[in-house]
């Protein structure tokens, strides 16, 4: 069999997935994906707990839909709240309730 050579960043691709995989298997405790928990993580650690959807596309560096999808899941759970900005301005804000800090 022939012996292949690997290039840093295939190796470095391969092994966060390993990780990834690793965290979303324990994980799955919470009914919870690592994307997920990063989103509650970096909610819980904004002093008021609020972010505005724009946010966090920009910190997570994904597309609307995608952070859309994400909040619309953990919204389903109750580990979001859209906040009262939204119901007053339109603005896409959302934040962690009370329940969430067991979470994050």
């Given at each position: 069999?022939?012996?292949r050579?690997?290039?840093?960043g ?28 990063k989103?509650?993580?970096m ?27 994400i ?34």
């Amino acid at each position: 069999m022939e012996s292949r050579k690997f290039h840093n960043g295939e190796l470095i691709k391969r092994l966060n997935d390993k990780v990834e995989k690793a965290i979303n298997n324990q994980l799955l405790t919470y009914d919870l994906t690592s994307t997920q928990s990063k989103m509650l993580v970096m909610l819980h650690l904004i002093p008021d707990h609020t972010a505005m959807l724009k946010e966090l596309e920009k910190y997570f560096g994904v597309a609307q839909s995608t952070a859309a999808g994400i909040i619309a899941r953990l919204e389903k759970k109750n580990l979001v709240l859209p906040s009262l900005m939204k119901m007053i301005s339109g603005s896409n804000t959302y934040g962690l309730p009370t329940m969430a800090f067991k979470y994050a």
